[in-house]
């Protein structure tokens, strides 16, 4: 095995723009927690595989995972991401058109479970990144929103607050998950669970 694992590791994040470091550096400072390069780049990597016609974000923050999502988009793509606090939307907003995706990707002010109950249509994949106790509650609408093999990517699933989600996931047969115990290079937190899941 390589020596000093972690240290070999983080030499292998990936680069990022000056836009992307900035938000690293802003969320370090100000303690938002953010998915960070690597689940960043996963994010980028998985929605080209979707399809990335149509993709889903619960929680917006800075917008700093929809760059990378943003990245991933097929030709006329779009995201839409959904975030509570009017602050977070308004930075989000301005660091996407920094980063020359307002075309692509839509911040929605509201509470998440509300616009999940609303919304309509079928979505390539779905990233969540809000409220870990709404993870769980949210799975109905996902399944709903998520088309027949469709990819749900759930962060944070180390938190404890995640566990009912875990559980439910797992013991759901609509839903093909797996659950992976990682280290994260500048995520929030280093170590931590991130879950995969295939609509059935």
């Excluded at 929103?145 to 797992?170: E, I, K």
């Amino acid at each position: 095995m390589i020596q000093d694992m972690e240290g070999y590791f983080r030499g292998l994040t990936p680069e990022r723009s000056d836009l992307l470091k900035e938000l690293e550096a802003q969320a370090k400072a100000e303690a938002i927690p953010i998915a960070g390069p690597l689940v960043g780049r996963l994010l980028s990597i998985l929605t080209t595989l979707s399809g990335g016609r149509a993709v889903l974000e619960l929680g917006t923050a800075v917008g700093y995972s929809a760059l990378f999502i943003a990245e991933g988009l097929a030709p006329g793509g779009r995201l839409l991401s959904l975030e509570r606090d009017a602050d977070r939307a308004g930075q989000a907003r301005a660091n996407l058109a920094r980063g020359g995706c307002t075309d692509r990707v839509e911040v929605r002010l509201g509470d998440a479970m509300e616009e999940l109950a609303a919304l309509q249509g079928l979505f390539d994949l779905a990233f969540l990144d809000f409220d870990k106790s709404l993870y769980e509650p949210a799975l109905p609408h996902l399944h709903r929103l998520l088309r027949p093999g469709g990819l749900l990517v759930a962060d944070n699933t180390g938190f404890s607050a995640a566990r009912p989600f875990n559980q439910a996931l797992r013991q759901d047969p609509k839903w093909r998950e797996a659950h992976l115990l990682c280290f994260l290079p500048l995520h929030s937190t280093e170590y931590d669970g991130l879950s995969l899941a295939l609509r059935l």
